[in-house]
């Protein structure tokens, strides 16, 4: 999903994996074969032009090395079109051909599967949201099911003892998200101010606390009325939010969501967040 939603989240997720296994001495690949239309933070949009995420993909990729291990087949567009790899090469991958994969992994379910990622021995799918999922499957949701069935291994993030139902049909084995140090450098300032974030139902709020050194405190052990009167203890700050809406658009494949964002700056006020325009009204 790097290059259908390029945020730095999803990037921090793949390329994690992606290190971990190149580490280890995989040859590795990435690879988007769907047919959902990606976002272009540049026109702000939901789009079936695929140069920004093909650029994305390529630049950030490139940054550890496997600039040349990627491919983008863009299904949204009909044909075989697909940017660095061709459309056979790719196929070849699946098909294990002379250099082929060992296994697709199929990293948060981001893929739904097609005849020609059968051609796969195998199939992993990685559950990196595991309680959605593990609901949908006890309540019955088809379609997780069936792409849940479609995968040899699946592996999720969840604590198999965690209590979310499991229908006995489906064998999950747990692990954890990978990190690499390398990726993550420190740079620790034993004088910089204490600080401390938290959010609950309705409200989130920064600066409030100073957290005794060596401690942790997570947000789950903050009771509501100390979350409620948190602002009112906290130095006014500026800080800027961004806010993301999503509309709907006709497209030539149907409606397809345009994203736009909205600019707000906020202050911490003793009933919540007070908010202003992009020119501070």
Request: hydrophobic share 30%.
């Amino acid at each position: 999903m790097m290059g259908r939603c390029p945020f730095g989240g999803q990037t921090w997720l793949y390329l994690n994996w992606l290190r971990g296994f190149h580490r280890l001495g995989h040859e590795v690949w990435y690879v988007e074969d769907d047919a959902t239309w990606p976002y272009d933070p540049v026109a702000d949009t939901i789009t079936e032009d695929p140069r920004y995420a093909t650029g994305y993909l390529h630049r950030t990729l490139s940054a550890i090395g496997l600039g040349d291990r990627w491919a983008y087949r863009p299904l949204y567009r009909g044909g075989d079109e697909c940017f660095g790899l061709p459309a056979g090469g790719l196929r070849d991958l699946y098909r294990g051909c002379d250099r082929g994969c060992d296994a697709p992994i199929n990293l948060c379910g981001a893929t739904v599967l097609n005849e020609e990622h059968a051609l796969a021995a195998r199939r992993v799918y990685i559950q990196t949201d595991p309680g959605t999922n593990g609901l949908e499957v006890a309540t019955g949701t088809v379609k997780t099911r069936v792409a849940l069935a479609s995968h040899d291994t699946i592996l999720t993030y969840g604590a198999l003892d965690c209590g979310v139902p499991r229908p006995p049909e489906i064998t999950y084995l747990e692990t954890r998200q990978p990190v690499d140090l390398a990726l993550w450098p420190v740079a620790f300032d034993p004088g910089a101010p204490p600080s401390a974030t938290g959010s609950g139902p309705a409200r989130t709020w920064s600066g409030a606390a100073r957290p005794t050194p060596g401690a942790s405190t997570t947000s789950s052990s903050i009771s509501p009325g100390g979350s409620r009167s948190a602002p009112s203890r906290t130095p006014w700050r500026r800080s800027t939010l961004f806010a993301r809406t999503t509309q709907r658009k006709a497209g030539p494949h149907g409606p397809s969501p345009r994203s736009t964002s909205e600019r707000r700056r906020c202050w911490p006020s003793s009933s919540g967040m007070l908010g202003g325009d992009s020119h501070g009204r």
